[in-house]
């Protein structure tokens, strides 16, 4: 049944479908000649099947999270690049067991679901910050340098000054002041915080799950991005409380744990590995997605913007 | 418990929250002064609460259509301007019964939901299409003169060289050649083809769950928008065969029926009218959204995309 709505429907942006190369910035003159070239050109499908090991990277164990849910796990890689002290934090947060048996609290659509203590602010029964640290300053961006990787995507951005991918983390960069930061995408994990600049210590993060809330970017400190496990979070029952947040602890999603890549056996880790954003490959990839060839489309894009290139992440090879 | 956990938060983009002014361009200055100047400015909510009825219309009844989940309903309203002959038979469709039974046939993350005739390719199954017409020429594209309204947005778009709003609809536009098309934001309702233009007739459509694919624009029939009920869209669970399709019957969502609200006795009907978007009251929320003021946001974003302006639909006052 499957396969015949298969053949109706228009392809996948993501790398299960076959797209081919690119009709190059003709828009809406389908000459036969380019389009046959078109065709020959190769589909992200292709590169990433074409890929070698060197186009790939493990997901860092020390910064890996595994959040685990009644239906499965939600695998976060942090950027401490980014936000050390968040990283460092939410790690001894985890690592003294603040989040096991906590919930997702928030579920709000096209925006956002968060996870917190549901009894965060009842002092008879709130849960106690035993190692970590209570305050932190923010890190809503940081200076860069050389030493910060940094792919850059030559695409106008309406919301920085340039854009591209940082060891795998769709970013922002001003040169202007020297500054970086990681962008509000689809799947950014995030810091919640109050209206004061220092009042997300990471007992309560947030993960995005709509269309990209860029006016966030430097508002907020972004402190990694969701690897597998999204539809997890993404069909949760959505909150019928102000912003998303539900009223009854019931309608809430419990979370089992959330653990360190690190500390658990090899036998219990999940084994994935993320396409590198440095390589000739990815810029290929970058290109194919900028303007796709193949059957189905008509008129390229000639554009990309920066939460479209799906960053992807699969099982070890 | 909410009540703790809310003045923990980022507040939201959209209307219930209680956004206040701007910060104008100072980015990473917070004169006192200019704070608060931002404060004072009217925040998105204050802009609605102050509207007038001249501000809002209501959908247009014989454009609005019901589509009538287990869950609840699913409200969509088409765009006749942009894809005459699509809407007309996407009409004919229903009026002569077509979708009432059929299924929810894929999920897939971060992108679309798709409906469709289950048994669509097997000849001994497949329902029939009786009134309306089988082969459409595909209208990806509109030619545009002074009587298609835009109100144009004046904010950098890597897509189209021209967006901005028309009726309520996300929409590009290009001078050079006169053509104007929907764009494919969240909650955009499109009409599935295949690899041929004019395959798209009706009979399957999808509405995007996920970041915006603004590559699609131009290439497909964008025939409106969902107004009310994402949400029973995105939840639903994912497909879990090739590009989020399901692979057994039972995984689907049905569709009890898909009417169209003129067809329907007034009492039956959902009574929403949606924010006009060629108001001063309009400019000034975009320009509320572009730079967003009050006690949370630090750095103003100076910009706004596209598909990150609430086109607000409400219950009718």
Same mark, same amino acid.
Not at 113 to 140: G, M
Not at 223 to 250: N, S
Not at 256 to 274: G, H, N, V
């Given at each position: 049944?499957?396969?015949?709505?298969?053949?109706?429907?228009?392809?996948?942006?993501?790398?299960?479908?076959?797209?081919?190369?690119?009709?190059?910035?003709?828009?809406?003159?389908?000459?036969?000649?380019?389009?046959?070239?078109?065709?020959?050109?190769?589909?992200?499908?292709?590169?990433?099947?074409?890929?070698?090991?060197?186009?790939?990277?493990?997901?860092?164990?020390?910064?890996?999270?595994?959040?685990?849910?009644?239906?499965?796990?939600?695998?976060?890689?942090?950027?401490?690049?980014?936000?050390?002290?968040?990283?460092?934090?939410?790690?001894?947060?985890?690592?003294?067991?603040?989040?096991?048996?906590?919930?997702?609290?928030?579920?709000?659509?096209?925006?956002?679901?968060?996870?917190?203590?549901?009894?965060?602010?009842?002092?008879?029964?709130?849960?106690?910050?035993?190692?970590?640290?209570?305050?932190?300053?923010?890190?809503?961006?940081?200076?860069?340098?050389?030493?910060?990787?940094? &792919?850059? $995507?030559?695409?106008?951005? !309406?919301? *920085? +000054?340039?854009?591209?991918?940082? =060891?795998?983390?769709?970013? #922002? /960069?001003?040169?202007?002041?020297?500054?970086?930061?990681?962008?509000?995408c689809y799947a950014a994990v995030g810091v919640?915080?109050?209206?004061?600049?220092?009042?997300?210590?990471? &007992?309560? $993060?947030?993960?995005?799950? !709509?269309? *990209? +809330?860029?006016?966030?970017?430097? =508002?907020?400190?972004?402190? #990694? /991005?969701?690897?597998?496990?999204?539809?997890?979070?993404?069909?949760?029952?959505?909150?019928?409380?102000?912003?998303?947040?539900?009223?009854?602890?019931?309608?809430?999603?419990?979370?089992?744990?959330?653990?360190?890549?690190?500390?658990? +056996?090899?036998?219990?880790?999940?084994?994935?590995?993320?396409?590198?954003?440095?390589?000739?490959?990815?810029?290929?990839?970058?290109?194919?997605?900028?303007?796709?060839?193949?059957?189905?489309?008509?008129?390229?894009?000639?554009?990309?913007?920066?939460?479209?290139?799906?960053?992807?992440?699969?099982?070890?090879?």
């Open positions: 049944m499957r396969r015949p709505l298969k053949s109706k429907h228009f392809t996948t942006p993501f790398v299960a479908c076959a797209l081919l190369g690119t009709l190059g910035l003709l828009q809406n003159q389908y000459a036969v000649a380019a389009e046959a070239k078109a065709k020959a050109k190769p589909a992200m499908a292709d590169l990433i099947k074409a890929s070698s090991a060197s186009d790939w990277r493990a997901l860092d164990p020390e910064n890996t999270l595994y959040m685990e849910l009644e239906k499965g796990r939600v695998v976060m890689e942090l950027a401490p690049n980014f936000a050390p002290n968040h990283a460092a934090n939410i790690k001894a947060l985890i690592r003294e067991g603040y989040f096991n048996g906590l919930a997702i609290v928030r579920s709000q659509e096209n925006y956002v679901v968060q996870w917190a203590d549901p009894d965060d602010e009842n002092p008879a029964k709130k849960r106690e910050v035993k190692t970590a640290r209570k305050n932190l300053d923010p890190e809503f961006t940081v200076r860069y340098d050389k030493k910060l990787p940094f &792919t850059r $995507l030559p695409d106008v951005d !309406g919301y *920085a +000054p340039q854009v591209g991918y940082a =060891n795998g983390f769709p970013a #922002g /960069r001003d040169p202007k002041n020297g500054t970086a930061w990681l962008a509000h919640a915080r109050g209206n004061e600049s220092n009042s997300g210590d990471g &007992t309560s $993060l947030y993960v995005i799950t !709509g269309q *990209a +809330p860029r006016q966030l970017d430097r =508002n907020i400190t972004v402190i #990694g /991005r969701v690897m597998q496990g999204m539809e997890l979070l993404t069909t949760t029952p959505r909150g019928k409380g102000a912003l998303g947040f539900y009223e009854k602890p019931e309608e809430m999603t419990p979370i089992k744990a959330i653990r360190i890549a690190a500390d658990m +056996p090899e036998t219990e880790r999940s084994k994935l590995e993320i396409i590198r954003t440095d390589t000739p490959t990815f810029k290929a990839i970058v290109e194919a997605q900028r303007n796709r060839g193949g059957d189905w489309y008509k008129v390229p894009a000639g554009h990309i913007d920066l939460c479209n290139v799906p960053i992807v992440v699969r099982p070890k090879q």
